[in-house]
């Protein structure tokens, strides 16, 4: 691996998450009033958004979809199958029990993810037009409509958001 492509992997982590903490931290400036501070916040984290997406274009790691939907599977099999299990064994013998719930519900999530990716690379022209539901609690994600309660997490599923 040449440098510049290990840079851009590192760079693409980084900004990939300086976007989730910048929207994390405008939710928490909304919550104290501070409305434009949380614009500021979002719209940094769209420009991180920026950067993540031309280091991942430089990369060269987005390809055809249906090539992508194989990288997703494999992405979430690694999860469910190998990460996640080795960082709950760890958070239960640390006794962390608030990263050994958000560990739980996201390798309970990434299965169905792989399934719901299994289903679309299967025939990803005819895949069945829907809306898809998300759990803001533990990210459970479904067709159609919410659960009364989250299968995963038993949230409400009134508190369940759409992604159309
Ligand atoms: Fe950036
Ligand atoms: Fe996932
Ligand atoms: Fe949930």
């Given amino acids: 691996m040449s440098k510049s492509e290990a840079n851009l992997k590192e760079a693409f982590a980084g900004e990939s998450q300086a976007n989730r903490k910048y929207l994390a931290f405008a939710r928490q400036a909304d919550k104290e009033g501070l409305k434009q501070v949380a614009k500021l916040f979002r719209a940094t984290a769209e420009a991180e958004t920026v950067h993540a997406l031309t280091h991942l274009q430089a990369l060269k790691a987005v390809g ?69 539901y998300i759990c803001p609690v533990c990210g459970y994600t479904c067709e159609d409509h919410a659960p009364d309660k989250c299968p995963v997490c038993q949230a409400a599923g009134k508190m369940f958001y759409s992604v159309g």
């Fill in 64 to 132: 055809a979809t249906a090539e992508n939907l194989k990288a997703a599977i494999a992405g979430e099999t690694f999860e469910f199958t190998k990460m996640y299990p080795a960082m709950i064994e760890e958070a239960e013998a640390e006794g962390e029990k608030q990263a050994l719930r958000s560990f739980r519900y996201a390798n309970e999530v990434e299965k169905i993810h792989a399934k719901l990716y299994g289903k679309a690379l299967a025939n990803p022209a005819g895949l069945k037009e829907t809306e898809y």
